[in-house]
């Protein structure tokens, strides 16, 4: 089993660049969790999918911040535009009831100049 | 007040140390109880898992749930270099079968030197 894969592990963009993270989750896995981290908040979660629905986006900073999952095997955060202070680790995780926890990608750490 | 508080650190221990991490909370419904261990610029790893109150013990790590208190522990026995990481305590009230979302504290940063 890879894990679950994120793609980029690296974005540098320029403020006001669309920018989108890529997430495969476990094969199987029915949950699907958006998180960034910094070193002020910590973790915090975006959004979360259960079965590919949208179950809980409260965490979304604002409108830039989109997530869509189109499929059980792909999920997709978008930000547009981007600003600087969107500069954290951005971490996908995905888990099958729940009850062994989460497992996490190696996440994408964005910069945004 | 946040669901979960967690002292970040950093700590700071001799090979061999007992190492005590302690979490509280405010949201009475928790009843699932995790440590994840997060080394740097990797993801976090899933370390023990609880189920409401009590002990549970792997290897060197002992989990401590004190729901009564609403305090949970995570102690590692004769500490490794190897163990230095971050320790992330994490938990969720769950849904029937399924775990829902996890609260996460901030993670204790800990490092142990030879």
């Known amino acids: 089993d890879a894990g679950v894969i994120q793609s980029p592990r690296h974005e540098v963009t320029e403020m006001g660049q669309e920018v989108t993270l890529r997430c495969k989750p476990i094969?199987?896995?029915?949950?699907l969790f958006w998180y960034r981290q910094t070193m002020m908040r910590g973790l915090e979660l975006l959004i979360y999918?259960?079965?590919?629905?949208?179950?809980?986006d409260s965490g979304m900073p604002e409108d830039r911040f989109s997530a869509k999952m189109p499929n059980a095997s792909f999920s997709t955060l978008k930000i547009q535009p981007s600003e600087p202070r969107d500069s954290a680790v951005y971490f996908c995780?995905?888990?099958?009831?729940?009850?062994?926890?989460?497992?996490f990608g190696s996440g994408t750490r964005l910069t945004v100049v | 007040q946040k669901e979960v508080e967690q002292d970040p650190g950093p700590l700071s221990v001799p090979e061999g140390a007992i190492v005590s991490l302690n979490c509280t909370y405010s949201?009475?419904?928790?009843?699932?109880f995790m440590w994840y261990r997060q080394y740097s610029r990797k993801g976090p790893e899933l370390l023990m898992y609880?189920?409401?109150?009590g002990n549970k013990e792997d290897g060197r790590f002992t989990a401590q749930v004190d729901k009564s208190s609403k305090y949970i522990s995570l102690f590692i026995r004769d500490s490794q270099p190897s163990d230095s990481a971050t320790y992330l305590c994490?938990?969720?009230?769950?849904?029937?079968?399924?775990?829902?979302?996890?609260?996460f504290g901030r993670g204790t940063q800990l490092t142990v030197w030879p």
């Open positions: 949201n009475s419904a928790f009843q699932y």
């Open positions: 999918f259960n079965n590919n629905v949208p179950i809980d």
């Open positions: 995780a995905s888990s099958l009831t729940g009850r062994d926890g989460y497992t």
């Open positions: 094969s199987g896995h029915n949950s």
């Open positions: 994490a938990m969720s009230a769950g849904r029937g079968s399924t775990l829902g979302r996890l609260y």
């Open positions: 609880t189920y409401s109150s």
